[in-house]
């Protein structure tokens, strides 16, 4: 199993531009989430989906678009990029259903907005 | 408000001593969950330990232990024997039951970092 992949890693846009996160896992999971990590601020929620065709907003939904057309993939879309986007951008995913079964997260897509 | 509330940014500790870092919560369900998590300098995320509102004694696992005091909303993580390999910003995070279902949603604090002396 991969897990939870993300990609790019590493990405610089120009403010204004569009760009999509990806994000899949193979688990089967039904949840799958994005947040955003800010330094002094932990991670907050951006969206989060329930399953196939299912979506919702988190805590920071604004300037971010998300679908899920599959159970595997969540992808991240940013419609016109701004510098507070600037930010590193995990995926997570879990089981469905329980309070305790465990978030797995991706590496992580470190974004730079300039 | 701050739902999870991590009070001490940085952190220091000695090799082979124990640690405490602090997490207070605030919710008003009475289900819930409490997760710590740590980051090394790499990024990633990795499930320390876990701690159910219900569950009546502390969580361990290994060298981690969750201090946790219901009445006081306090979820503080214990490491023993600090490692250097310990050294990392650590999330204490929290699930809510959410009126019946339990979303993918974690809510976190915003860590501690720790830094372990040889």
């Known amino acids: 199993n991969a897990g939870v992949t993300q990609t790019p890693k590493f990405q610089v846009l120009k403010t204004g531009q569009s760009m999509t996160l990806q994000c899949a896992q193979d688990m089967n999971h039904e949840y799958m989430s994005w947040y955003r990590q800010d330094p002094g601020m932990g991670l907050r929620l951006i969206h989060y989906?329930?399953?196939?065709?299912?979506?919702d907003q988190g805590e920071v939904p604004n300037g971010y678009n998300v679908s899920r057309s599959t159970t595997e993939d969540f992808p991240l879309r940013l419609l016109s990029a701004a510098p507070s986007q600037t930010s590193v951008y995990f995926c997570?995913?879990?089981?469905?259903?329980?309070?305790?079964?465990?978030?797995?997260f991706g590496p992580g897509t470190r974004l730079t907005v300039l | 408000a701050q739902k999870i509330t991590q009070t001490q940014p940085g952190m220091f500790v000695q090799e082979k001593e124990a640690v405490t870092l602090d997490c207070t919560y605030d919710?008003?369900?009475?289900?819930?969950?409490l997760f710590w998590y740590k980051q090394p300098s790499s990024g990633e995320m990795i499930f320390l330990i876990y701690?159910?509102?219900?569950?009546?004694q502390n969580a361990t696992e290994g060298r981690y232990s969750l201090n946790f005091q219901k009445a006081r909303k306090s979820a503080n993580l214990v490491i023993s024997a600090s490692q250097l390999g310990d050294s990392a910003m650590y999330f204490c995070a929290m699930r809510e039951f959410a009126g019946g279902t339990s979303y993918g949603k974690l809510t976190f604090g915003q860590g501690t970092i720790l830094t372990v002396h040889p």
């Open positions: 919710t008003s369900d009475q289900s819930y969950g």
């Open positions: 701690q159910g509102s219900y569950d009546e």
């Open positions: 997570a995913s879990r089981e469905r259903g329980g309070l305790y079964n465990e978030q797995f």
């Open positions: 989906s329930v399953g196939a065709g299912i979506t």
